[in-house]
């Protein structure tokens, strides 16, 4: 940082207020709150960033620098290439700066043209995305930033409820709504769909039976 200041009382290695830093570049800025233990915040705390490409807002517990504890982060993300924007919120439980534990993640994109977008956040697949815009809300078990037990749910209709690795649905339920108005309901057992499925047609027709027997 080329500069960094400090505003508040010190006592010792213990210092409670705030810094302010600016990157040598001057492409990030930042500004801690709280109390710092040799220079890294220490307990109840919070963190903004402004960068050229998002904005950072940070507050909670924390140790050695990061959130360790409950916390939150709030993400707005300027325009992408694709015209893309972003503004996402995580409340939870963090360890070293990761979501880590339970928590609740939600997301809203707009800007978004047609093209079969897919969009991982947390980990997660969110696949076949054309709306101009949508929020992905997700809630459950993470370990090291990424969903690992819980539900996704997405504001077009689909939606996951179970255990994920590798960014895919690997044990339990899957709703999808076709652009036709079809509504399915599937099992997921191993990564892929099986079992029995509930499919209810735009025509009003339902089939409810063994996903490998579906027409």
């Known amino acids: 940082w080329s500069v960094s200041r400090f505003?508040?009382?010190?006592?010792?290695?213990?210092?409670?207020?705030?810094y302010r830093g600016v990157k040598a570049d001057g492409s990030?800025?930042?500004?801690?709150?709280?109390?710092?233990?040799?220079?890294?915040?220490?307990?109840?705390?919070?963190?903004?960033?402004?960068?050229?490409?998002?904005?950072?807002?940070?507050?909670?517990?924390?140790?050695?620098?990061n959130l360790c504890g409950k916390g939150a982060r709030k993400i707005v993300m300027k325009p992408d290439s694709n015209g893309i924007s972003e503004s996402s919120v995580y409340e939870g439980d963090f360890l070293t700066g990761n979501f880590n534990g339970h928590?609740?993640?939600?997301?809203?994109l707009s800007g978004i043209s047609p093209h079969n977008w897919t969009f991982t956040r947390c980990g997660v697949k969110v696949k076949n995305i054309n709306d101009p815009s949508i929020t992905i809300e997700m809630d459950g078990s993470f370990e090291e930033?990424?969903?690992?037990?819980?539900?996704?749910?997405v504001s077009t209709g689909y939606r996951m409820e179970g255990k994920f690795v590798s960014g895919e649905?690997?044990?339990?339920?899957?709703?999808?709504?076709?652009?036709?108005?079809?509504?399915?309901?599937?099992?997921?057992?191993?990564?892929?769909?099986?079992?029995?499925?509930?499919?209810?047609?735009?025509?009003?027709?339902?089939?409810?039976?063994?996903?490998?027997?579906?027409?």
Do not use: W
């Open 145 to 153: 930033g990424k969903l690992i037990e819980g539900n996704v749910t």
């Open 28 to 65: 990030i800025m930042v500004t801690r709150n709280g109390v710092f233990v040799d220079s890294m915040l220490d307990g109840q705390g919070s963190v903004t960033y402004s960068m050229a490409d998002k904005n950072i807002r940070e507050d909670g517990i924390y140790a050695f620098g």
């Open 169 to 215: 649905l690997h044990e339990g339920k899957e709703t999808v709504v076709y652009h036709d108005g079809t509504r399915a309901e599937y099992t997921v057992s191993g990564g892929v769909r099986s079992g029995d499925c509930r499919i209810e047609y735009a025509d009003g027709s339902v089939y409810e039976g063994p996903y490998k027997n579906m027409k």
């Open 103 to 108: 928590g609740h993640y939600v997301t809203d």
């Open 7 to 18: 505003q508040g009382k010190v006592y010792d290695n213990i210092r409670e207020g705030f």
